[in-house]
């Protein structure tokens, strides 16, 4: 049986207004916020304890809210990947226009996948905007993927926690890759897309930051 969601007003209300939101993913669960807004991906930042130089994640809730933000036209080795591995915990670099910077790194990449758990995606459609993705935890703690694994302290600072069902799968974060051009890709974070699963699907996959 199709688990409710819950209404979501509230939440795409403190987006639009500059909230940061915990909220979950397919994987875990997320502190996020419109990822346009540069006072509230700066909050984020604070909240977490996470360094100015490393660049948030982003989720959009489907291929049309990536073209949104894309610089230039949708590459085709990302409609390739997206057929196959999206919605679900596939993370893509790819050159972003729009966003805060702190979700960019100095070349103007982002990491974005189009997220699978139902309620990411609402709130991204609901409020017309990608949302930073980052894990909710104080950076170098562990993740949370139940409620009872969220830091007391980040869910009280926050302007709204979405601990409702369906709760994020666990296990490991999203696979983080970069494009290399004609089916090759750099392996930027190991995750839950076992690499064998993108050689199997045609890309040749490299390690290295």
């Known amino acids: 049986m199709r688990e409710e969601l819950p209404d979501i007003t509230a939440a795409v209300d403190a987006l639009l207004h500059g909230g940061v939101l915990v909220y979950p993913t397919e994987t875990l669960y997320a502190l996020g916020c419109d990822a346009r807004n540069i006072a509230a991906v700066s909050r984020v930042l604070r909240l977490k304890g996470r360094p100015e130089n490393k660049p948030l994640p982003v989720v959009v809730a489907d291929l049309d809210g990536l073209e949104r933000i894309l610089e230039g036209e949708m590459p085709e ?15 893509i670099l790819v050159h972003t226009r ?90 930027i974070r190991a995750g839950a897309v076992p690499v064998q699963a993108l050689e199997v699907h045609g890309f040749t996959v490299s390690s290295g930051n």
């Open 77 to 91: 080795d990302v409609l390739r990947l997206g057929e196959r591995f999206w919605p679900g915990p596939l993370s």
């Open 98 to 187: 729009g966003l805060a910077s702190a979700v960019r790194d100095g070349e103007g990449f982002t990491s974005v996948r189009v997220t699978a758990h139902p309620l990411a995606a609402a709130l991204c459609a609901a409020a017309g905007a990608p949302l930073v993705a980052t894990s909710a935890n104080l950076s170098g703690e562990p993740a949370a993927a139940v409620p009872e694994e969220l830091d007391p302290v980040l869910a009280v600072r926050a302007d709204l926690v979405l601990d409702q069902k369906p709760w994020p799968s666990g296990g490991l974060a999203s696979t983080v890759v970069a494009l290399e051009g004609s089916g090759r890709l750099r392996l």
